[in-house]
């Protein structure tokens, strides 16, 4: 394995119960030295960013959630819960990371 192959494998770690996140509430999640912010969209996307956001001092997950954005606490942003973009006219982002939820078990890929 190669690489540029080792550095994309990824690994798919169980953090919660689906009914335990509450519709438009974050929740933070420590995985592998990273704090993850995890939602659940109001239509039931689960939805995974990296928790400080962009001026890396505000937690995400404490946020409040308008459809699939997330505003920063402490910078008053709007940052995607889908790519992890800032929204103009403020610049910068923040980690995405791919979810699943099998039998009602939720997993992020880190």
Do not use: H
């Amino acid at each position: 394995m190669g690489l540029e192959q080792a550095s994309a494998v990824q690994e798919k770690i169980r953090v919660v119960r689906m009914e335990q996140l509450l519709p438009r509430i974050g929740r933070s999640f420590r995985i592998k030295d990273e704090e993850i912010a995890v939602f659940r969209l109001s239509d039931g996307t689960i939805k995974a960013v990296g928790n400080k956001g962009p001026n890396k001092l505000g937690p995400l997950a404490e946020g409040t959630v308008s459809g699939e954005y997330v505003f920063c606490p402490v910078r008053d942003c709007r940052v995607s819960l889908i790519d992890g973009r800032v929204q103009e006219p403020d610049e910068g982002s923040v980690p995405t990371y791919a979810t699943t939820v099998e039998d009602g078990e939720v997993f992020i890929w880190v």
